[in-house]
């Protein structure tokens, strides 16, 4: 039996993946009839033969096949012997969480001919019921405001949420968790103090962006982090912009950036802000600089401010 399970999302299509697993060895307590093989680690003929083994204990074996399209030849071989592999009675599960060519022979077999279960992103909505139901799990709660602040600091990491969400319910033990809560506990990613940089310059306010990036240099950043940093977020720009001007709607744009609706609704007023011209001048000014530092012609903190001063 063959089952497929991929998407963006790696927290829940993991916490899937886990609790096949536990269910498996529920079942086949010995445990010794469960493989995982990474294809980045192992090849297509250590697969393959571990079906030819007798199990123990005659019973059914789980196997677990991660990263099959991170190897090209092991992907090849895979499409090959298709049917064969999908023959097999013992349980297959093909799990990938990097991104997919879809045009890929293997990935479109799979999908005909496998149980699929794709994760994507959730919705800012479902995202929402999913931090409330985390809160209530460890018996607190979040109130509104706060709820809006803990999703614009931590974004879509649903890996990082959750750490965060037990740190703030321990903390508070049972009591509603306000914004100031957050502020005490949570420490912003980089990303977002950037974004603050990139709402700045569209705001062409040089002297509140150059503030921010003053911040982060004192506070011990590197520099040429905060650039890659910069030109992640001005790329997210220039994706989502080049979608608008083909006239895609918001859910369109979501789907085919591959970005999370949160970070496209959080991005998506900053666009009106830039041309698709002016985003393409200043991703590729970007480059530019980061060649320079890195080749010793400039200093890396003169730069940034370069940077933001010619913008």
């Known amino acids: 039996m063959l089952y497929f399970i991929y998407g963006q999302d790696s927290y829940s299509s993991k916490k899937k993946l886990e609790e096949i697993i536990g269910e498996y060895k529920k079942i ?3 445990g010794l009839n469960f493989i995982s093989i990474d294809a980045k680690e192992k090849s297509f003929d250590v697969f393959f033969d571990s079906f030819k083994i007798a199990p123990m204990f005659f019973e059914k074996k789980l196997v677990v096949l991660k990263n099959v399209f991170s190897d090209k030849n092991f992907q090849e071989k895979f499409f090959e012997n298709f049917k064969k592999i999908n023959n097999i009675k013992d349980i297959i599960i ?4 990097e991104k997919i060519d879809e045009r890929a022979k293997l990935f479109k077999a799979l999908k005909k001919e496998a149980k699929c279960q794709e994760f994507s992103f959730p919705s800012e909505a479902n995202l929402k019921k999913w931090i409330e139901n985390e809160f209530r799990k460890y018996g607190a709660k979040i109130d509104i405001q706060a709820q ?3 999703l614009n600091i931590v974004g879509n990491n649903l890996w990082q949420m959750e750490n965060e969400i037990k740190k703030l319910a321990f903390f508070k033990k049972g009591q509603v968790i306000k914004k100031e809560d957050i502020d005490l506990h949570i420490k912003p990613k980089i990303e977002n103090d950037i974004f603050k940089t990139i709402e700045a310059l569209a705001a062409k306010d040089k002297k509140q962006a150059l503030c921010c990036l003053r911040n982060h240099i004192e506070s011990g950043d590197n520099e040429i982090y905060i650039l890659s940093m910069i030109a992640y977020q001005f790329k997210n720009l220039l994706i989502i912009k080049e979608l608008i001007d083909k006239g895609s709607p918001y859910y369109v744009i979501a789907q ?9 609704k959080k991005t998506f007023y900053l666009c009106n802000k830039f041309s698709l011209e002016q985003l393409k001048k200043i991703y590729k000014k970007i480059f530019q600089i980061d060649l320079d530092i890195k080749s010793g012609k400039i200093d890396s903190e003169l730069a940034l401010d370069m940077f933001v001063a010619e913008i």
């Open 28 to 30: 086949h307590k010995s």
């Open 94 to 97: 093909v799990f990938e969480v």
């Open 148 to 150: 809006n602040y803990l």
């Open 256 to 264: 085919k950036s591959g970005l999370h609706p949160f970070v496209v």
